[in-house]
C-alpha cells in the first residue's frame, strides 16, 4: 500500500526552539506539498517542492522553510516556534501532472 | 487568489438519512476532487471529476461536477457512523498545475 508517512504524530515544542517536521513517502511522487490545518480555515499550502533542491513558497510561507535533498523526503523547519504555529501539519505528494494529492497522517504540533 | 465555497459548514444527521454537500467557485477548474479526513488522520480521496457535467459514484457516495465547472456536490445516501469526518473539495484550475485550492470542508456527525 503506498504510504506518506510524517515522522511525529504529536510533538510539544518550546517557544523559539527549532522545529522539523519529516515527510517521506514511497511512491516515487515528484510533487510534495506542506499544509497546515486550523479550524475555520481549512487546508493552507505552507511550501511545495516538484523536484529534488526545488521549492515554492506556497500561501503562508512566513515563519518556514523547507528541505529537500531527496526525492522521498520533504522536510518542514520552523527556525525560531512561536505559539501561532501551533497547528497541524499535513504532509502530500503527488505525481507530475497528476492531480491526486494522497496525504500523510498529519503531525498535531503544539508550541508552549 | 482562488477561493473554493463550501457549505455546509457541519451538519448533524441521523444514521440512515441522506447527506449532500456542495462547493462553488468564481474560478473554472480544470479536476475537482472530494476528501474525506476521518478524526485525527490525513485527508483521503474519494472521487476525482475531470469533465463538465460529469457524474461519479463511489459506492454510497456520488458526486457531480458542475456544467460551469465551477462548482459541484456531493451526496451520501443512507449514512452510516463511520461516514463521520471532515469533507473537503478541491479544485485544480489547470491540468498538470502543482496546486490544489481546497474548501474549508463540511463536518459530518452522524447520530445513531
Known amino acids: 500500500d503506498v504510504k506518506v508517512t510524517q515522522s511525529s504524530r504529536y510533538l510539544v515544542k518550546r517557544t523559539g526552539e527549532k522545529v522539523f517536521l519529516e515527510c517521506v513517502q514511497d511512491?516515487?511522487?515528484?510533487?510534495m506539498f506542506w499544509y497546515r490545518q486550523d479550524p475555520g480555515l481549512g487546508l493552507r499550502l505552507i511550501y511545495f517542492?516538484?523536484?529534488?533542491?526545488?521549492?515554492e513558497k506556497g500561501d503562508i510561507p512566513e515563519g518556514y522553510s523547507v528541505s529537500r535533498e531527496k526525492k522521498e523526503r520533504f522536510s518542514l523547519i520552523l527556525e525560531s516556534a512561536s505559539t501561532n504555529q501551533t497547528s497541524m501539519y499535513l504532509c502530500?505528494?503527488?505525481?507530475?501532472?497528476?492531480?491526486?494529492?494522497?496525504f500523510g497522517s498529519g503531525t498535531r504540533l503544539t508550541v508552549v | 487568489g482562488q477561493q473554493l465555497n463550501q457549505s455546509p459548514q457541519s451538519m448533524f444527521i441521523q444514521e440512515g438519512e441522506d447527506v449532500s454537500m456542495n462547493c462553488t467557485s468564481s474560478?473554472?477548474?480544470?479536476?475537482w476532487l472530494w476528501y474525506k479526513q476521518d478524526p485525527g488522520e490525513g485527508p483521503v480521496l474519494l472521487i476525482a471529476?475531470?469533465?463538465?457535467?460529469e457524474l461519479t459514484s463511489n459506492g454510497r457516495l456520488t458526486a457531480q461536477f458542475g456544467i460551469t465547472r465551477k462548482d459541484s456536490f456531493l451526496n451520501i445516501s443512507a449514512s452510516i457512523p463511520s461516514d463521520v469526518g471532515i469533507y473537503f473539495c478541491?479544485?485544480?484550475?489547470?491540468?498538470?498545475?502543482?496546486?490544489?485550492?481546497f474548501g474549508k470542508g463540511t463536518k459530518l456527525s452522524v447520530i445513531p
Open positions: 471529476l475531470y469533465k463538465a457535467g
Open positions: 478541491a479544485g485544480q484550475l489547470s491540468a498538470g498545475s502543482y496546486q490544489l485550492t
Open positions: 517542492s516538484y523536484d529534488v533542491k526545488m521549492k
Open positions: 502530500a505528494s503527488s505525481f507530475e501532472g497528476r492531480p491526486w494529492w494522497t
Open positions: 511512491m516515487d511522487h515528484e510533487n
Open positions: 474560478s473554472i477548474f480544470n479536476t
